[in-house]
């Protein structure tokens, strides 16, 4: 598994970013994919997760109703559309790769399940 982020960028509050996660080796199977995101100064935070099958995601609070999650596993590629960007969301987004059995139908908020992270993309909103 390689992870390799990207999408990132400066943009203005209110504007929307879309997220790309890529297995460039293409080895990832039947795994779940997170975003997790740090700001400067702060730790690194839970921000949305999707299962295999797609079917379960979950997001954290600060970004649900304008984050989305999804995935096209026929391209080993996991996707965080974000919109309404406010200035707190200005982080490092890093993906990762939850290779648990339980990745097959549900998605975990937990960054201890994710063993393959990439290596992180830039995000700015300016207020």
């Known amino acids: 598994v390689q992870l390799q982020a990207s999408g990132g960028g400066l943009v203005q509050a209110g504007g929307s970013l879309r997220l790309s996660c890529t297995d460039s080796?293409?080895?990832?199977?039947?795994?779940?994919m997170g975003w997790f995101r740090q700001a400067p100064g702060k730790e690194r935070e839970f921000v949305a997760a999707?299962?295999?099958?797609?079917?379960?995601?979950i997001y954290a609070d600060s970004v649900k109703g304008r984050f989305t999650i999804s995935r096209d596993n026929a391209k080993y590629t996991a996707f965080l559309q974000m919109n309404s960007l406010e200035s707190e969301d200005t982080a490092v987004y890093y993906c990762?790769?939850?290779?648990?059995?339980?990745?097959?139908?549900?998605?975990?908020?937990?960054?201890?399940?994710?063993?393959?992270w990439g290596q992180g993309t830039q995000v700015t909103v300016s207020s």
């Open positions: 990762a790769v939850d290779r648990t059995v339980s990745a097959l139908h549900s998605a975990s908020r937990r960054p201890y399940v994710y063993d393959y």
């Open positions: 080796k293409r080895t990832s199977s039947n795994n779940g």
């Open positions: 999707i299962s295999w099958r797609g079917g379960a995601t």
